[in-house]
């Protein structure tokens, strides 16, 4: 009887560890539900009118951006590991970083929030043009070679989505 009851014991615990093992993580980031202020919208259709852009399209979370190459691969989730190539400037044109050589692997979840909602709207082999008001970037504070309350323009090309 003994043997029978820790037998089973031993199963129970085996099923059980087998049972975590196949569960999927869940992922920790949370989708940034931010409000861009009408002011930084209309600083932002300002900017792309003096530069006469017209071919970006209006988001309704508040950017622009305009899609070069759609992809044909995966879409980016927010735990997705993303590849890609990239180039930030500012409206006064100063490049404040890029990619050199080999594409950047980043979590999208970890990215500002612009670069979160903006790069699930191309698939893996896609580019994409965002132009993301401050909330969208790092808002009213200065980051590196970034003034406070920049509006900032990123070039993507998103390699690959895993």
Same mark, same amino acid.
């Given at each position: 009887m003994r043997k029978s009851f820790l037998g089973s014991i031993l199963a129970i615990i085996v099923i059980l560890s087998g049972c975590n093992k196949n569960k999927e993580q869940t992922c920790p980031y949370i989708d940034p539900n931010i409000t861009v202020p009408a002011a930084e919208i209309t600083a932002l259709e300002t900017y792309l009118a003096s530069k006469? =852009?017209?071919n970006a399209v209006k988001d309704p979370r508040g950017f622009y951006y305009t899609i070069t190459t759609p992809g044909t691969g995966a879409t980016a989730g927010l735990c997705s590991s993303i590849g890609i190539y990239y180039a930030g400037k500012l409206t006064n044109e100063v490049v404040f970083d890029q990619t050199t050589g080999s594409p950047r692997t980043f979590t999208l979840g970890q990215l500002i929030p612009g670069w979160i909602k903006g790069i699930p709207l191309i698939k893996a082999g %896609?580019? =994409?043009l965002l132009y993301l008001p401050p909330?969208? %970037?790092y808002g009213n504070q200065p980051n590196g070679n970034i003034p406070a309350n920049s509006i900032l323009i990123f070039d993507i090309d998103l =390699? %690959?989505?895993q």
């Amino acid at each position: 009887m003994r043997k029978s009851f820790l037998g089973s014991i031993l199963a129970i615990i085996v099923i059980l560890s087998g049972c975590n093992k196949n569960k999927e993580q869940t992922c920790p980031y949370i989708d940034p539900n931010i409000t861009v202020p009408a002011a930084e919208i209309t600083a932002l259709e300002t900017y792309l009118a003096s530069k006469n =852009i017209t071919n970006a399209v209006k988001d309704p979370r508040g950017f622009y951006y305009t899609i070069t190459t759609p992809g044909t691969g995966a879409t980016a989730g927010l735990c997705s590991s993303i590849g890609i190539y990239y180039a930030g400037k500012l409206t006064n044109e100063v490049v404040f970083d890029q990619t050199t050589g080999s594409p950047r692997t980043f979590t999208l979840g970890q990215l500002i929030p612009g670069w979160i909602k903006g790069i699930p709207l191309i698939k893996a082999g %896609g580019r =994409i043009l965002l132009y993301l008001p401050p909330s969208l %970037g790092y808002g009213n504070q200065p980051n590196g070679n970034i003034p406070a309350n920049s509006i900032l323009i990123f070039d993507i090309d998103l =390699i %690959g989505v895993q």
